[in-house]
């Protein structure tokens, strides 16, 4: 096995002759923390599309742990062990915080629904285990005592924190991040980062982040990959980043180059 | 503060011109005419007046009762009542005096004679008439205006008895059929005339209910608090009791209500089993089925070929003995399954508004092929298929040595009586009315009932449920997509198999036109009007939806306008529905009252390191 858990090699997407994703190749080390950035419409989330599933690939390869991903629908991908969030938060809304993470555990669910019917051992066995894992979860992101309410009456931060807990309980090997601390506060955002961190450190799952926020990527990231127009501009770690004349004069720019200055 | 002295003109204008055009347009369609010809309390109100006179006493109430909050001082609020009551009088005086004119009744063939007649309140001199008409209107307006004033807890009771006393007014006949099983002539005389309350009865009724919700609204909070403090046991014991209680009134509820209301629940109880099945669809899954009756349909079909022993029947084609009833039920069952997978295939990829369309499709398709000369020969056609047998079952007479006895119990079961009626089904079997049908549609409403609980709290439920909040979010935590719609459509349409083949046996006989789109609406609207996705609900809205229109059958013409008033006011005023499920009730009466999770306990979390509990609060 490979010390890489994710290579991407020569990937393609295109949307008619728009070239969402140009030939890119890509390689996250197992156990680390790595980001993506780059201006809208770079193709960040498409990239993150086409790991997950949700958009096929038209050129190129994506292997997972020694499995490819082409041609895979993103319930596949899940059970391989990558899951998502969302950029615009996409929770079960509808439902309570606590069966939002219950349908996260799905990966690992084998009961069937005349199982349910016939309320065979089994079945009630998996359900008193599913719930008491969601609730464990539901401590784990900081939620306690919000698990019956319903996920679209939670407050923003809390939603963000809920959609991580769906995303845990199918315990990923690899977690995409798609801009974790959008639209929250300094010091929202400065825990976000720590948990980012701690979820590597101490559950040893590899991340991979989309992020606008400068200070969260330079903070934690290992490595830093920037695209533009579906294509790599640089690649490195953030020390590399931060002083590469390419990158900070063709998308930081001046402003957020002193930012990082003064960081 | 100026507006609060004055009147509000605008809102006076738009709060009695509605209240006007009620009148105005049910009369102008002939509802208050037909209407008139039931007398809600006897000799004091019809029906027919309702119409007219109830829309001014609800404004002229709305109208007080905001201005009060408004703070205006109690003369102005009062007079604007009547002001209301006096403008929702104007469109119908108006279409009085213009019919005067110019007779209207060649172009609204209902403006009869007779209906300004009622108007004009049986007067012969039309100014008297008309007088006496906007007189009652502002009246009413003014009575209504009055109710505002009176203190919270004795309105409630007010309004509560007002309600029930009509209700059980148009409801009279129902009462009829119940209490002439227990109740000399004479007595029931005194309660139900005609088809009407005595004036004695709603004061009775009026009275009782005033004294129950007085006493509910004065010491209901004490009922609840009593309750709560029981300890869990406690409330075990009399959830049981309340249950026991439930479950011996299901079972004597036929004999209760009499042939015909056991036929009217009987309609109700298919539409339960078809409401449950279409929910898991359409409240759990999201998917908007607008074809549920091909399901019924298709068990009816299978029902009536396999059982039915005419011509059609595999007993006269094939030679064989026709099946019974009890093997039916489960080939029924299979066969709306099967339908239900083949038609969920062509429609895996369709959304929203596409699905409604495409799943219409298939029920006309059903309906066309029902009736197509290429499935005559098997199916019937347009004459469809008869003799379609009863279901029974080996009675105790038969199960057990009693020949000897059997005189005796026949001459008892023949009296009537809640009892007996039970009794002579046990002993001879026999499902061959209402009555006893009631008993397989009361056990499959039940059946269907325990596996929709059993499937709602399960993962598959929770895979319908991600699936209808967000296919991709669903997709994307591990559901396979594909799969959990096919077993929705599948599962969904077994309960309309059943109701089916019930249908089939209890009626005997059916026809292609049994299985139009209106079973799909009716089903759908029960949903919709109990509220989505909730079990009580569903029957709270077949009640409603199917129950009320069987007993008020004689207004019919204007079934389908009343189903339809009644579906768009419920949008407006309760989107929930009648009885929406606990979660919806619990988010929209309170969102800050959470249940208490137990104590945290480090114990069973095993896999992680304590230290990551609080992993999300920042580090000190």
């Keep these: 096995m490979s010390d890489n858990i994710l290579e991407v090699q020569q990937l393609v997407k295109r949307f008619g002759g728009l070239v969402a994703v140009d030939h890119l190749d890509y390689e996250l080390p197992r156990g680390s923390i790595c980001s993506i950035i780059g201006p809208n419409g770079a193709g960040k989330t498409s990239f993150f599309n086409c790991l997950t599933g949700f958009y096929s690939i038209d050129e190129g390869d994506v292997i997972f742990d020694t499995y490819s991903l082409k041609g895979l629908e993103p319930f596949q991908v899940t059970r391989l062990g990558i899951a998502r969030t969302f950029q615009n938060i996409r929770l079960f809304s509808n439902m309570t915080a606590i069966e939002n993470i219950m349908v996260g555990q799905e990966p690992h669910l084998h009961s069937s629904w005349i199982g349910a019917v016939l309320g065979t051992p089994g079945t009630r066995r998996e359900e008193r285990m599913v719930e008491e894992e969601a609730r464990r979860l539901l401590r784990f992101v900081g939620l306690r005592g919000k698990g019956d309410m319903l996920a679209k009456n939670l407050p923003y931060g809390d939603q963000r924190r809920l959609e991580i807990a769906r995303a845990l309980a199918s315990k990923p090997k690899l977690l995409l991040l798609d801009e974790p601390t959008a639209g929250m506060n300094p010091a929202e955002t400065l825990q976000t980062t720590q948990f980012i961190q701690r979820l590597r450190d101490e559950l040893g799952i590899t991340i991979l982040l989309i992020e606008h926020d400068m200070k969260v990527v330079m903070g934690i990231s290992e490595k830093v990959t920037v695209l533009d127009y579906g294509k790599k501009l640089a690649e490195g770690t953030p020390q590399e980043i931060q002083n590469n004349p390419q990158v900070i004069e063709a998308y930081l720019g001046k402003g957020a180059a002193q930012l990082l200055a003064e960081g | ?620």
């Design chain 2, 1 to 620: 503060m100026r507006e609060n002295r004055t009147f509000q003109w605008r809102l006076l204008l738009r709060f009695g011109l509605l209240a006007g055009i009620v009148p105005l347009y049910t009369a102008a369609i002939g509802m208050v005419e037909v209407f008139n010809a039931r007398e809600v309390v006897q000799g004091l109100l019809t029906l027919g007046e309702m119409l007219v006179v109830f829309p001014s006493l609800v404004v002229g109430y709305l109208t007080a009762l905001h201005l009060r909050r408004d703070g205006s001082n109690p003369v102005t609020a009062l007079a604007s009542a009547l002001v209301t009551g006096l403008i929702a009088s104007l469109p119908v005086a108006l279409l009085v005096l213009i019919n005067e004119a110019v007779p209207l009744r060649g172009m609204f063939v209902n403006v009869t004679p007779a209906l300004i007649k009622i108007l004009l309140f049986e007067q012969e001199q039309m100014l008297t008439g008309l007088g006496l008409l906007i007189g009652a209107l502002t009246l009413a307006g003014g009575l209504g205006g009055l109710a505002a004033f009176i203190p919270e807890r004795f309105r409630r009771p007010l309004i509560t008895g007002l309600v029930v006393v009509i209700l059980s007014g148009l409801l009279s006949e129902f009462i009829k059929q119940i209490l002439q099983q227990f109740v000399s002539r004479n007595a029931l005389r005194q309660i139900v005339k005609g088809k009407s309350l005595t004036s004695q009865a709603a004061g009775a009724i009026f009275a009782v209910t005033y004294l129950i919700s007085l006493f509910w609204i004065s010491k209901g909070q004490d009922v609840k608090s009593w309750y709560n403090r029981l300890p869990a046991t406690g409330q075990r014991q009399s959830r049981r009791v309340a249950n026991t209680v439930l479950g011996l009134f299901l079972l004597i509820l036929p004999w209760i209500m009499g042939p015909y209301l056991s036929e009217v629940i009987d309609n109700v109880g298919l539409y339960i089993i078809m409401g449950l099945g279409l929910n898991i669809a359409v409240g759990w899954a999201g998917l908007l089925d607008l074809g549920y009756v091909t399901n019924f349909a298709v068990g009816a079909y299978i029902t009536g070929v396999l059982i039915s022993t005419g011509p059609l029947g595999i007993g006269a084609r094939l030679g064989i003995d026709p099946l019974n009833f009890w093997m039916i039920i489960p080939i029924a069952i299979l066969a709306a399954m099967f339908t239900g997978f083949i038609f969920a295939l062509p429609v895996l990829r369709m959304r929203g508004d596409y699905l409604a369309i495409a799943t219409l499709g298939f029920g006309e398709i059903i309906r066309l092929l029902a009736l197509s000369d290429w499935l005559k020969p098997y199916i019937g056609g347009a004459q469809g298929i008869l003799f379609i047998t009863k279901p029974d079952l080996p009675g105790l007479a038969e199960l057990l040595p009693l020949a000897d006895w059997a005189p005796s119990f026949v001459e008892m079961s023949q009296k009537k009586g809640v009892l007996n009626g039970l009794l002579k089904l046990l002993f001879y079997g026999e499902f061959s009315g209402p009555q006893e049908l009631y008993y397989i549609i009361l056990a499959g409403a039940l059946l269907v009932l325990f596996v929709a609980i059993r499937l709602n709290n399960s993962r598959t439920g929770r895979q319908w449920m991600a699936m209808r909040e967000d296919e991709d979010a669903a997709s994307s935590v591990g559901i396979n997509i594909t799969l959990t719609k096919v077993l929705a459509f599948t599962v969904s349409a077994a309960s309309g198999g059943l109701a089916g083949a019930i249908f089939a046996s209890k009626v005997g006989t059916i026809f292609p036109n049994s299985f139009s789109l209106l079973v799909s609406i009716n089903v759908l609207s029960l949903i919709i009007i109990g509220g989505m996705g909730s079990i009580p609900g569903i029957v709270v809205g077949a009640l409603a939806l199917i129950g009320l229109p069987e007993l008020l059958r004689e207004f019919s013409e204007f079934r389908l306008l009343l189903y339809g008033a009644l579906l768009v006011v419920m949008m407006l005023v309760r989107p929930e529905g009648l009885w929406p499920s606990p979660v919806i009730r619990r988010e929209m009466l309170s969102v800050e009252e959470e249940s208490e999770e137990p104590p945290p306990s480090d114990k069973g979390t095993t896999e992680t390191p304590q230290a990551l509990h609080s992993l999300w609060e920042p580090t000190d």
